[in-house]
């Protein structure tokens, strides 16, 4: 639905974002990371329409946004991470206002506030002033407005900020149901709601792309099958030498373990090992039962640490 071609944005002599190329599929959920002064923002308001990128372009169902940008804001809903409400109107009001502001066809916007506000869940408070609104209602107000129109892309810049526990969980899944009918593009700081809700990510770091793909295939790309946790029953050293004998383990690391004859081992391998079913027969053959072993899956906190930090060095 989304293609980026050679995407690149200067101020000056700043590069905010440098020949980004990437595509964002129909129906997909895509968590859009980085640290902050990546360029996420910037290629956001680059896709909306809000800024024009210097060189490459953007097009949405094949539709240049800056050649047809009437076209392309209709198939867009954006919430920026600070909504634009008018605190001085209701919510039943602002969401006209907005329908209005959008073009929505006169016979078609009472269905259309309807159905919004039915979405967000907000139809309780149609009548009241915005300001007298706590901080989730006024996110979901911000949300019932980017659905004005029925738009088929979703933009959503920290959709949680600010929000408490029960909140977020409320806003994750209401985030996850717009999936349904709506491509998506979250941006947000809190990576396990990325985990949760997204089905892949796009990590930008220095105005380029560090990685694409879904959080579970990073994990295999860059932990892969290295590392291994397992709890095995019997005598720590015998283990330990067991393990240490296998072709391609680079390390053991033994531990106690809280279940009783077992101790907890962390197995490192060499790049591109996988030594599974080596441990497997070691252990079966030395009469070491394995009651666990599983690899060392990174949380997407450390993929995007790893990824993030390292092109860091490399810069400086």
């Not at 920290?158 to 969980?169: F, N, R, S, V």
């Not at 197995?267 to 053959?285: M, N, Q, W, Y």
């Not at 790893?306 to 860091?312: D, G, R, S, V, W």
């Amino acid at each position: 639905m989304i293609r980026a071609e050679n995407l690149t944005k200067r101020y000056g002599q700043h590069v905010a974002i440098d020949s980004l190329n990437f595509n964002i599929e129909k129906g997909e959920i895509l968590g859009f990371l980085g640290p902050n002064g990546a360029g996420k923002s910037t290629t956001m308001n680059i896709i909306t329409g809000y800024l024009s990128a210097s060189d490459g372009k953007v097009l949405v169902n094949d539709l240049d946004v800056l050649e047809h940008p009437q076209e392309v804001k209709k198939m867009i809903g954006y919430l920026p991470e600070q909504p634009p409400l008018y605190l001085e109107m209701t919510v039943l009001e602002y969401l006209k206002f907005v329908g209005e502001i959008k073009g929505v066809p006169s016979q078609e916007l009472k269905t259309n506030l309807e159905r919004s506000m039915e979405v967000v869940k907000i139809d309780d408070v149609r009548h009241r002033l915005i300001r007298n609104l706590s901080k989730g209602y006024r996110q979901r107000v911000g949300l019932a407005q980017a659905l004005i129109g029925n738009p088929e892309l979703l933009i959503l810049d920290e959709p949680t900020i600010g929000l408490d526990p029960k909140q977020i969980i409320e806003m994750r899944n209401l985030i996850k149901s717009l999936g349904k009918e709506h491509t998506i593009v979250l941006s947000s700081h809190i990576l396990p709601e990325v985990s949760a809700v997204c089905q892949r990510v796009l990590i930008i770091n220095k105005g380029k792309i560090a990685a694409s793909d879904t959080p579970e295939n990073l994990s295999q790309r860059i932990a892969g099958k290295n590392r291994l946790s397992l709890r095995v029953e019997g005598p720590s050293k015998e283990i330990k030498s067991q393990l240490s004998g296998i072709e391609g383990v680079k390390s053991v690391d033994v531990q106690k373990s809280t279940e009783e004859n077992a101790v907890e081992v962390l197995v490192e391998a060499h790049k591109d090992s996988d030594v599974r079913r080596a441990i497997f027969k070691a252990l079966s053959k030395a009469d070491y039962p394995i009651l666990m072993m599983r690899p060392m899956d990174m949380s997407l906190e450390d993929i995007f640490l790893q990824l993030t930090t390292a092109e860091n060095r490399e810069v400086s």
